[in-house]
Each structure stands twice: as C-alpha cells, then as structure tokens.
C-alpha cells in the first residue's frame, strides 16, 4: 500500500496542503490505493524524510519520494496508464498555470489564509508556522491579513479561469488532467480553511469546482473543513 505523509491542522481530519492535494489527486486519476498519515507543521522528528524537511512525501515499498514534483513525475514514469498529461501542450498548460498561480492568485491568497490556518493549526504547531510564515510575509499574520483590497484581488485573478472554463468541462478540456489539479488543490486548501461563500467566483468557475469535488466518487467533497 502506498503512503503519503500528508499536512494535518489540530482536527487532524483536516488536511489543507495545496501540495499534498495535487499528489492525492495525482494517486485518484491513476486508480492507486493508498492511506494518508497525518503529521503536524512542527513535528519534524517523524517526518519520513528528515533532510527534506517538507510534505508530501510517498512511500512505496522500499522507495520514498520528497516534494510534490518529484513525486509527480514519479508516478507518471512508475504507473503510466493513466498519464496525467499526455502530450507536450498539456505539459505546457500545466507549466502556464503554476506560473499564474505564483504569480497572480497566490500573493492574495497566501495573506489571507495564512492567518486563517495558523487559527486552525494544533497548539504545538502555532509558533512554528507563525514564526516561519511571517518570516515570508515581512509583516505579522493579522497584518498581511489586513491588507485592503484582497479579497477582490483573489476574486479578480479567478476570473481568468472563467475563460477556458466558459467553453471546456475542465482545465484539460472534456476530462481532467494535472492542469485541473495543479490549480484545484490550492481551491482545496482555500476550502479547508474557509466557507462556500467566502469568494464570490464566476460561474464557470464554481461549475467547474462542483465537478471537480464530485471526481472520484465524492474524494474532495468528502473532506473535513474547519466549522
């Protein structure tokens, strides 16, 4: 059985890492039975890859693999039936939309969950993210929370979506592929943290949301969000 050391908050029901959400789904697309092991932001000590420091990391037999990439490429060269991308415009789409997520939805995400998961985090675990998060931010968690205008930034980046959405089911087109979700893990790490309405997203957008919880019988509508 293959494991994957996922990110937990203090419900440990509760797994908001983007990164581990692309793995997870990455492991659903290709039909791959595996369990999660839920470990804390500051429990190092049982991280299964210690000079890594970092989740996800998968374990299968006697292979472990550190980082979402690495473990991407892994599972397309180890079990290639289902490839998450099958052609070089599909790798090139998926290159596209790590790249506007860094640059255009991430910077007014980041402020405004960061707070919201350190909130959330189990108690042993808030000093650790505070102090590793505001070394990021430059600012303190409430101050880059607070910044005016972030919200209708993160709505106005979604937009860009709405327009291969408007005319495709998905980012890969009539089925999905790592493009979808590339981009949908980081909706999941929204959604683990905040409520349906906490965004006002563009139509095709929230379409394509409902069709991405409902893939692989319910996997991402079935997950835990804080209350």
């Known amino acids: 059985?293959?494991?994957?050391?996922?990110?937990?908050?203090?419900?440990?029901?509760?797994?908001?890492?983007?990164?581990?959400?692309?793995?997870?789904?990455?492991?659903?697309?290709?039909?791959?039975?595996?369990?999660?092991?839920?470990?804390?932001?500051?429990?190092?000590?049982?991280?299964?890859?210690?000079?890594?420091?970092?989740?996800?990391?998968?374990?299968?037999?006697?292979?472990?693999i550190a980082d979402s990439g690495k473990i991407i490429a892994w599972l397309e060269n180890t079990f290639p039936?289902?490839?998450?991308?099958?052609?070089?415009?599909?790798?090139?789409?998926?290159e596209f939309y790590n790249a506007w997520l860094g640059a255009v939805l991430l910077p007014t995400l980041v402020p405004l969950l960061?707070?919201?998961?350190?909130?959330?985090?189990?108690?042993?675990?808030?000093?650790?993210?505070?102090?590793?998060?505001e070394k990021?931010?430059?600012?303190?968690?409430?101050?880059?929370?607070?910044?005016?205008g972030l919200k209708a930034e993160a709505e106005a980046a979604f937009k860009t979506l709405a327009m291969p959405l408007a005319g495709f089911r998905f980012l890969?087109?009539?089925?999905?592929?790592?493009?979808?979700?590339?981009?949908?893990?980081?909706?999941?790490?929204?959604?683990?943290v905040t409520g349906d309405d906490y965004l006002e997203l563009p139509q095709p957008v929230v379409a394509w949301v409902e069709r991405m919880l409902d893939l692989f019988d319910g996997y991402a509508r079935k997950a835990k969000r804080i209350s």
């Not at 960061?114 to 998060?133: L, P, Q, S």
Request: charged content about 30%.
């Open 172 to 192: 890969g087109g009539d089925t999905p592929n790592l493009s979808d979700y590339t981009v949908f893990s980081f909706v999941m790490w929204m959604r683990s």
């Open 81 to 94: 039936e289902k490839p998450l991308t099958s052609t070089p415009g599909e790798r090139a789409a998926v």
């Open 1 to 64: 059985m293959i494991k994957l050391y996922d990110l937990a908050l203090a419900d440990e029901d509760i797994r908001p890492s983007p990164y581990c959400w692309k793995v997870k789904f990455a492991l659903l697309h290709k039909g791959l039975e595996f369990e999660t092991v839920p470990l804390h932001f500051a429990e190092k000590d049982n991280y299964p890859d210690q000079e890594h420091g970092l989740l996800p990391v998968l374990e299968d037999r006697d292979e472990m």
């Open 136 to 148: 990021k931010l430059g600012a303190t968690l409430e101050e880059a929370a607070s910044k005016p």
């Open 114 to 133: 960061f707070v919201r998961i350190h909130a959330a985090a189990h108690e042993d675990d808030k000093n650790h993210y505070r102090t590793t998060r």
